[in-house]
């Protein structure tokens, strides 16, 4: 794949009403990411020149890309004030390459391979359709001797135009010289009075360019407009990444339940039960993470995890076992168990170690998180408290119910902390003749 055939605009200064939102449209996360770092990642697939031309909020739309891509993007300002619409978007982009692919910042199902089709048809402009059984809403493009006549929109159509179901899926492919000749040519002499692409097909027309159209399957092409289409479409992405998982050899159950954003990687035999969700930049490895369990940002290898268990942030598991209702937090487990029920924050544990059912690291005192360091072989009785900063070393067993204060606890030791016990005799009985 030739990239220095293919320039790429990305529409993306629209404010998306309809998305009833603050944000910026194309700001909305799909599978962990934005919808237009999904479009812009496909992109740079096929081409070394992408252009996304911004407006609404664009200081956060270029401040959040950049932290994706650094400077592998150009960003063009649109001056939507005096030229709105996707022709003024237009105004400002000086491709590099011969053929100028124009896509919209709302469809981020788009794939490399979807954007080939652009790439092995030869024409002054290529124009992406739809094939659909039910085209009310769309515009229709009537095509003959597979060249695209003409485009009419819906309400203008009449009755035998209605019948076509071609309809226009709203991507182009341009000729540098088609760009060059007709965006200047473009006005705003419409009921919106903004400035229109499609314009840019009849004018080209008129003057008897070679316009061919380009079925392409709706999924790859899905626009974004609402929090449904949001919804949807990251029920489709979640379903392209979970089957390339499971085909590269995951066993996923009732992966319909399972959440993983795109980030996430596995290694050699992993098994993921349902209703688990795993997030952000996360490394399973040789491992299996039970049902309904919480993995975020962490690194996982040759351990089990869960069920109902909590990884938050740098987490760090090998060869460990994780139980049902335990929390690590930003901590480093080798060779441990904790079987449930305990919170494990801003630690390191070495191996041989056993966590005790209700065992509290106390990392944080308000102000500051501090750090507990355990070493090997170290039993942890129930109910204990490790209030930081605090080393435990090698070979040490703490009682059930403890609370380490002190800052070490040396090698060998029985730490112990409890009251003594009292017992009042026929207290029971007493109390309840009383009431």
Not at 249 to 257: D, K
């Amino acid at each position: 794949m030739n990239k220095e055939n293919l320039s790429i605009v990305i529409l993306a200064a629209g404010k998306g009403s309809r998305m009833k939102s603050a944000k910026a449209k194309v700001l909305h996360n799909i599978c962990g990411k934005p919808m237009l770092y999904h479009i812009i990642k496909a992109s740079l697939e096929v081409s070394n020149d992408i252009s996304v031309v911004v407006a609404h909020q664009k200081e956060a739309v270029i401040g959040e890309m950049e932290s994706f891509f650094n400077d592998a993007v150009t960003f063009v300002v649109q001056d939507a004030e005096n030229f709105p619409g996707t022709g003024g978007a237009m105004k400002n982009i000086a491709p590099k390459n011969e053929k100028v692919l124009v896509l919209n910042g709302d469809m981020p199902l788009i794939t490399a391979e979807a954007l080939q089709g652009f790439l092995d048809v030869d024409a002054d402009i290529i124009m992406s359709i739809f094939d659909l059984e039910d085209p009310d809403g769309y515009g229709r493009v009537k095509i003959q001797n597979d060249e695209v006549k003409y485009i009419v929109e819906q309400k203008d159509a009449s009755e035998d135009e209605l019948l076509i179901t071609h309809v226009n899926a709203g991507i182009y492919a341009f000729s540098k010289d088609v760009i060059k000749k007709y965006i200047p040519l473009l006005n705003n002499d419409n009921a919106q009075e903004e400035y229109y692409l499609t314009d840019v097909i009849s004018m080209a027309r008129a003057d008897g360019l070679k316009i061919v159209p380009l079925l392409v399957d709706e999924e790859h092409f899905k626009g974004v407009n609402s929090k449904k289409d949001l919804s949807d479409s990251e029920v489709i992405m979640q379903d392209r990444i979970k089957t390339s998982w499971m085909n590269a050899g995951v066993i996923m159950q009732l992966p319909s339940t399972i959440y993983i954003e795109d980030d996430v990687t596995f290694e050699g035999e992993c098994i993921v039960e349902n209703g688990c969700r795993l997030t952000g930049n996360t490394l399973i490895s040789h491992s299996h993470i039970k049902a309904g369990s919480i993995i975020e940002e962490s690194i996982v290898k040759n351990s089990d995890v869960g069920p109902l268990a909590h990884l938050r942030p740098a987490s760090y598991l090998e060869d460990t076992h994780i139980g049902n209702f335990v929390e690590i937090k930003k901590s480093s487990l080798k060779g441990v168990k904790a079987g449930h029920l305990s919170y494990i924050g801003d630690a390191q544990v070495d191996e041989g170690t056993n966590i005790g059912a209700g065992t509290i690291t106390c990392n944080y005192d308000g102000i500051k998180k501090y750090k507990t360091i355990i070493g090997k072989n170290v039993f942890i009785g129930s109910d204990s408290q490790l209030v930081a900063p605090v080393t435990i070393e090698d070979d040490v067993m703490i009682a059930a119910g403890t609370t380490v204060t002190s800052g070490k606890v040396t090698k060998g030791s029985l730490a112990i902390s409890r009251t003594k016990l009292s017992s009042i005799k026929d207290f029971y009985y007493k109390f309840f003749e009383k009431n």
